[in-house]
């Protein structure tokens, strides 16, 4: 059974872009969960996606946005980049509750310049 | 503070040593669950205690759950240099569908 894919691998973006990273889960896996982690805050919850619905939300901006697909793959994009958005952004998929045990992609290196 | 912290944040022991990190919480959990992280790369989930159970065993892994203490312990037995990441503690809050994740612990095996 393939893993949770995460592309691309690494990402160098400018101030002001937006990028989109996307997320494929395990197969038969519907609820994906994306996490961001920095050195300074340690991994932080983004949301989580059953069934094409955002089910949860962290607390960061409206800037950060996600959507999933019938397929359950997932993405999420992030607008008008910061540099404090340079993070592993990490996404992991379980069959159904999102606080059970995850699996996670090796995650997308972002770094805003 | 975080809900979940762990101790110590950097633990650098001899090959065939025991390691021990503990990780203390706030609030009332369903389960505690525990990750490593190689660096720079996605975490691997390593075992799962649910808040009624008090220890579990996986290979040479052992985690104790003390819900009276709010804390938990991961212990790894006769280290290997492989074992050298970060560990992570993940707690399933009541009422919330999402694990939150304490700062870690950064694991050296020297050998």
């Known amino acids: 059974k393939a893993g949770v894919t995460q592309t691309p691998r690494y990402l160098i973006k400018t101030r002001g872009q937006q990028v989109t990273l996307s997320c494929s889960p395990i197969?038969?896996?519907?609820?994906v969960s994306w996490y961001q982690q920095t050195p300074g805050q340690g991994l932080q919850f983004l949301f989580e996606?059953?069934?094409?619905?955002?089910?949860n939300k962290g607390n960061f901006p409206g800037r950060f946005s996600g959507r999933q697909f019938s397929n359950s793959r997932s993405e999420m994009n992030v607008s008008t980049l910061e540099l404090g958005d340079s993070a592993l952004y990490l996404c992991?998929?379980?069959?159904?509750?999102?606080?059970?045990?995850?699996?996670f992609g090796s995650g997308t290196q972002l770094s805003v310049l | 503070s975080q809900q979940g912290e762990e101790d110590p944040q950097a633990l650098s022991i001899q090959e065939g040593e025991n390691a021990t990190m503990n990780c203390s919480y706030k609030?009332?959990?369903?389960?505690l669950q525990w990750y490593r992280q190689n660096s720079g790369r996605g975490l691997v989930h390593l075992i799962l205690i649910r808040s009624n159970e008090r220890e579990k065993h996986s290979g040479r892994l052992r985690v104790t759950l003390d819900t009276s203490k709010k804390s938990s312990s991961l212990l790894i037995t006769a280290s290997r240099a492989a074992d050298t990441a970060s560990y992570f503690c993940a707690t399933a809050i009541q009422g919330a569908q999402k694990l939150v994740f304490g700062q870690g612990t950064r694991l050296t095996i020297n050998p």
């Open positions: 992991a998929s379980t069959r159904d509750e999102p606080n059970e045990k995850l699996f």
């Open positions: 197969s038969g896996h519907r609820s």
């Open positions: 996606y059953f069934s094409e619905t955002q089910r």
């Open positions: 609030t009332s959990i369903n389960n």
